[in-house]
């Protein structure tokens, strides 16, 4: 079993910056990959970023890429999400999610957090 806790977002001007962190518990192997997904209201969930846990493989979502970083402290069992440059487009509940073969597609990921609103005012 894995638990994860997101923490982190909160309301934030266009062009700010916010950082999510994803605490885990529970047994995370080196082959793990730790995704972020978001939900705005009316739509389905999307992927954000993924890493895996030994830090081998990174991914964005084209719609992402230059402005969020996706980062492990395996220390402190914690996947941070650096989003800069926040358009009010990127408001949506950010999810941290868990699986040890999934990447991109949410319905693959066995393990979830509550979630974490992120809203971004224009």
Known sequence: QVQLVESGGGLVQ??????LSCAASGRIFD???LGWFRQAPGLEREFVAAIRWNGYNIGYADFVKGRFTISRDNAKN???LQMNTLKPEDTAVYYCAA???????????DYWGQGTQVTVSS
């Open 14 to 19: 266009a062009g700010g910056s916010l950082r």
């Open 31 to 33: 082959n793990y990959v």
């Open 78 to 80: 914690t996947v941070y």
């Open 99 to 109: 699986d040890s073969a999934a990447w991109s597609v949410a319905k693959n990921y």
